[in-house]
């Protein structure tokens, strides 16, 4: 199986601040790389597929990029509605395999 | 706009089957282009894959290594709905269940159902 691991797992971050997450496949996975943001209470939502395309409706805040092993998701200026935790998906083969999630949360 | 509708008991005494529904509105589970799969998550486990049915001129099925001993996933064509089986639960399959469709061109899982707790407790 692919491992998928993310850094870091927790982040502390104010409003307007510019925060990268990093996820790293333990094999090159190529571009098919996806994350997700999970709310409390929520199912994982869509946010960015394909290493850095942005799904549909999410704002310009957030951006994807990378390929083979390396990835980074960064949201170039928080607002309150951003924290939460952040997944990065594999779905080069299978098993579809998660990262173990990066929890951001207000400072 | 495709949504996913979970239902199914949030308690499982062990030993006993875990049987989950997710019930299909905007799409087919008959959909060329679609993977219907369940993953579920606990805080000791993250999100983990378990396993997907999908139909490409027949049904087929793929399924977790952790798993694949005691899980089922079946498509119900008359309904417009796919299950879950787990047999054998044991405490640590305690987790957050969701149904989830993968897009077969991009391979991204959206829509997600809405999750069910299960606990496997006596």
């Known amino acids: 199986d692919i491992q998928m691991t993310q850094s870091p797992s927790s982040l502390s971050a104010s409003v307007g601040d510019r925060v990268t997450i990093t996820c790293r496949a333990s094999?090159?996975?190529?571009?098919?790389l996806h994350w997700y943001q999970q709310k409390p209470g929520t199912a994982p939502k869509l946010l960015m597929s394909?290493?850095?395309s942005l799904q549909s409706g999410v704002p310009s805040r957030f951006s994807g990029s990378g390929s083979g092993t390396d990835f980074t998701l960064t949201i170039s200026s928080l607002q309150p509605e951003d924290f939460a935790t952040y997944y990065c998906q594999q779905t080069y083969s299978t098993p579809d395999t998660f990262g173990q999630g990066t929890k951001l949360e207000i400072k | 706009q495709v949504q996913l509708q979970q239902s199914g008991p949030g308690l499982v005494n062990p030993s006993q089957t875990l049987s989950l529904t997710c019930a299909i509105s905007g799409d087919s589970v008959s959909s060329n282009s679609a993977a219907w799969s369940w993953i579920r998550q606990s805080p000791s486990r993250g999100l983990e894959w378990l396993g997907r049915t999908y139909y490409r001129s027949k049904w087929y099925n793929d399924y977790a290594v952790s798993v694949k001993s005691r899980i089922t996933i079946n498509p119900d064509t008359s309904k417009n709905q796919f299950s879950l089986q787990l047999n054998s639960v044991t405490p640590e399959d305690t987790a957050v269940y969701y149904c989830?469709?993968?897009?077969?061109?991009?391979?991204?899982?959206?829509?997600w159902g809405q999750g069910t707790l299960v606990t496997v407790s006596s």
């Open positions: 394909a290493s850095s």
């Open positions: 989830a469709r993968r897009n077969e061109q991009t391979l991204w899982f959206d829509p």
């Open positions: 094999q090159s996975i190529r571009s098919y």
